[in-house]
């Protein structure tokens, strides 16, 4: 069973930094993505950034070069490094791991965690 624990949100600075943590408790799937999700209010969930299995990564392009995916050496584990943070950057993040089984794929989703950037 999996459960996505997320933490490292919070209310920053335009200019500051955050960094999230998105924890995998169950199973780990052979083929899967494991990325970041945003919502801010009014507006549509959009993919911020994803890391394979095999580690290639996507970014969505307002975030390119100040974000950064990673994640541990275990896969357990992924998180987002937010640098630069701009106003528009508020939203609530979720985690999202996507598993590839065979003809099925399966979107397991964290609890959301606020980033609020404001001065």
């Known amino acids: 069973q999996v459960q996505l624990v997320e933490s490292g949100g919070g209310l920053v600075q335009p200019g500051e930094s955050l960094r999230l943590s998105c924890r995998n408790s169950?199973?780990?799937?052979?083929?899967?993505?494991m990325g970041w999700y945003r919502q801010a209010p009014g507006k549509q969930r959009e993919l911020v950034a994803r890391i394979f299995t095999g580690g290639t990564t996507n970014y969505l392009d307002s975030v390119k070069g100040r974000f950064t995916i990673s994640r541990d050496n275990a896969k357990t584990t992924v998180y987002l490094q937010m640098t630069s943070l701009k106003r528009e950057d508020t939203a609530v993040y979720y985690c999202?791991?996507?598993?590839?089984?065979?003809?099925?794929?399966?979107?397991?989703w964290g609890q959301g965690t606020q980033v609020t950037v404001s001065s």
């Open positions: 999202n791991y996507h598993v590839f089984s065979g003809a099925s794929e399966y979107d397991y």
């Open positions: 169950g199973s780990i799937s052979t083929f899967y993505t």
